[in-house]
């Protein structure tokens, strides 16, 4: 989807959004960004039709969503459902984690993104690092 056909104030909203992530947010980001989860490249905070998704990997049409407390409210589920709703009819899968569970388990919870996209048990090469010459 090109800029101009983004509205401004999502583009705008979702540009602040990417200034200001919680602590589980930043905390799943840095194992996502760079191609450092399984080379998937991820991008934050991406517009998806009326939505702002937290992080997106097109290549393999999936969404990572990171929710607080509030998400358990009946309000918020019901607008978290119709927004699935759309997401998925749209191709997406969409994997929900709890802040809390990145916080003290970002292992396990990169572990369920990398089978989501069906790369456990690929053999992908480590990034090739520099070596020092003395």
């Known amino acids: 989807m090109g800029h101009d056909l ?3 104030r999502q583009r705008k909203n979702a540009k602040s959004m990417r200034r200001v992530m919680t602590d589980a947010e930043l905390k799943l980001w840095n194992e996502l960004r760079a ?3 399984m ?11 009326p939505y702002i998704v937290d992080f997106a990997c097109s290549a393999h049409r999936l969404i ?6 509030q998400h358990a409210d009946a309000e918020h589920s019901k607008r978290d459902q119709a927004r699935s709703a759309y997401l998925s009819a749209s ?5 929900r984690f709890w802040n809390d569970d990145v ?3 970002i292992d396990n919870v990169c572990q369920h993104i990398v089978i989501a996209a ?5 053999n992908v090469p480590e990034p090739a690092t520099e070596e020092l010459v003395s």
Not at 39 to 49: A, E
Not at 91 to 95: F, Q, V, Y
């Open 103 to 105: 916080i003290r388990d």
């Open 118 to 122: 069906g790369l456990a048990g690929a």
């Open 91 to 95: 191709g997406w899968t969409i994997l």
């Open 6 to 8: 983004v509205p401004s």
């Open 35 to 37: 191609h450092r989860l």
């Open 39 to 49: 080379g998937m490249s991820f991008r934050r905070q991406v517009l998806i039709g």
């Open 64 to 69: 990572v969503e990171v929710d607080g407390s």
